[in-house]
Structures are given as structure tokens and as C-alpha cells.
């Protein structure tokens, strides 16, 4: 289980417009959302971007994901916060 010093993370899946440069966007996002951001990077599919964050509590983690959501050329995002009890190497063998 994970202890009251442990950061919060989560992985949000980020939507853009179509005509938003997403190496540009990961940099800036990089550069404003500082130490938060774990990870940027571009992805295919029905995401454009894939964006990890960390925060010391709940409430920080929306903030920071809320100013993710405030970059020119996002337009939306779905949030899924991690439950590091069940990040096991047993659960990735299961697959």
C-alpha cells in the first residue's frame, strides 16, 4: 500500500486539434508544468498525446491537470489516476 509521502500519478490521454504541432505542445508542456511532468510524448490512434503527471496530493494533481487542459490547441483530456497497489510485476504477468 502506498504511504502518505507517496506522489499521486496519473496517466492523461490528451485530444488536440488537428493543425496543434505535438512535439511543440510536449515541450511546452514540459517547460510550464515543470517537475510535474513525468512524460510527454505523441501517440497514435484516438489520443494525440499521452501525458504522465505527479503531485504530492489529490487536489494538486487537479490543478496541474487542469493547467494541462488550459494549453492552446487541447481539447480534451480523459485522467486515469494510478493505484501503485496494484502495479505488480505478478499483475503484468497475467496478461
Not at 496517466?11 to 511546452?28: C, P, Q
Not at 484516438?46 to 493547467?67: C, G, H, V
Amino acid at each position: 500500500m502506498a504511504n502518505a509521502e507517496s506522489p499521486i500519478r496519473a496517466t492523461i490521454l490528451v485530444n488536440t486539434e488537428t493543425s496543434v504541432d505535438l512535439d511543440k505542445l510536449a515541450k511546452e508542456m514540459r517547460d510550464g508544468l515543470g517537475e510535474s511532468l513525468l512524460e510527454a510524448y505523441p501517440v497514435s490512434g484516438k489520443y494525440d498525446l499521452i501525458a504522465r503527471l505527479q503531485a504530492p496530493n489529490t487536489e494538486a494533481l487537479r490543478e496541474e491537470a487542469k493547467k494541462l487542459r488550459s494549453y492552446h490547441g487541447v481539447k480534451s483530456t480523459i485522467t486515469m489516476i494510478e493505484i501503485p497497489e496494484y502495479k505488480t510485476q505478478k499483475s503484468l504477468e497475467h496478461y
